[in-house]
C-alpha cells in the first residue's frame, strides 16, 4: 500500500511539474507574439518606441506608426529623405540609420501592409483607403483636416498611435 501511494505521489510530482513547464511555455509565446502582433491592435505603436523618430519626423508631421507601411516602403523613403515628398527632410547619418534600423524592425509586415503602396504615402495604400471609404472627400480638404496625411486632424489619440473607429471625430 505505501509502494502504491508512492507511486501516485510520483506521478502527481511529474504531473505537476508538467503543468509549471506548459504555463512557462505558453506565458514565453504570448510574451514573444505579443510584441509582434502590436501593429494589428488598436495600438499601431511599437511597444518600444524611438524617440529619436518622434523628434525628427514628429517635428514636422504625426511620426506615423511604422506598421502603416511595409518595411521596403520605409527604407525608400529614409534613403531619399534629401526629397521628401517635396521637402528636405535630410537628417544627420548616426540619426538616419537609427531610425532606419527601428523601421526596419517595427515596419509593417502583416497581410494589410505587405505591399508598397504608390509613391509609398500611406494614404495610397489599400488598407488606408479601405478604411476611410465612407468619409467624404470633401471632410479631407476642410480647413480644420487639410490632408487625409493628417491624421490627428479626426483620430483624437493618433499621436499615441490609437486609431480606433470609436476615437474618431470629424472636425466641422
Request: hydrophobic letters at 30%.
Amino acid at each position: 500500500m505505501a509502494q502504491k501511494n508512492k507511486h501516485h505521489q510520483e506521478i502527481n510530482m511529474k504531473e505537476f511539474f508538467g503543468l509549471i513547464l506548459l504555463t512557462l511555455v505558453l506565458l514565453a509565446v504570448i510574451a514573444l507574439t505579443s510584441k509582434h502582433a502590436n501593429a494589428g491592435s488598436k495600438s499601431m505603436s511599437p511597444v518600444q518606441s524611438l524617440p529619436i523618430y518622434q523628434t525628427e519626423c514628429g517635428s514636422c508631421h504625426l511620426a506615423y506608426p511604422p506598421g502603416f507601411l511595409p518595411k521596403t516602403s520605409w527604407e525608400q523613403l529614409m534613403s531619399t529623405l534629401s526629397k521628401h515628398y517635396g521637402t528636405d527632410a535630410s537628417i544627420d547619418a548616426k540619426s538616419s540609420h537609427q531610425i532606419n534600423q527601428w523601421l526596419s524592425q517595427y515596419g509593417g509586415s502583416y497581410k494589410r501592409v505587405k505591399e508598397s503602396p504608390p509613391e509609398n504615402r500611406i494614404t495610397k495604400s489599400v488598407w488606408f483607403e479601405r478604411k476611410h471609404r465612407k468619409v467624404k472627400s470633401s471632410d479631407f480638404t476642410k480647413p480644420s483636416v487639410k490632408s487625409p496625411a493628417n491624421c490627428a486632424a479626426c483620430h483624437q489619440r493618433a499621436e499615441q498611435g490609437q486609431f480606433d473607429d470609436d476615437d474618431v471625430r470629424i472636425p466641422e
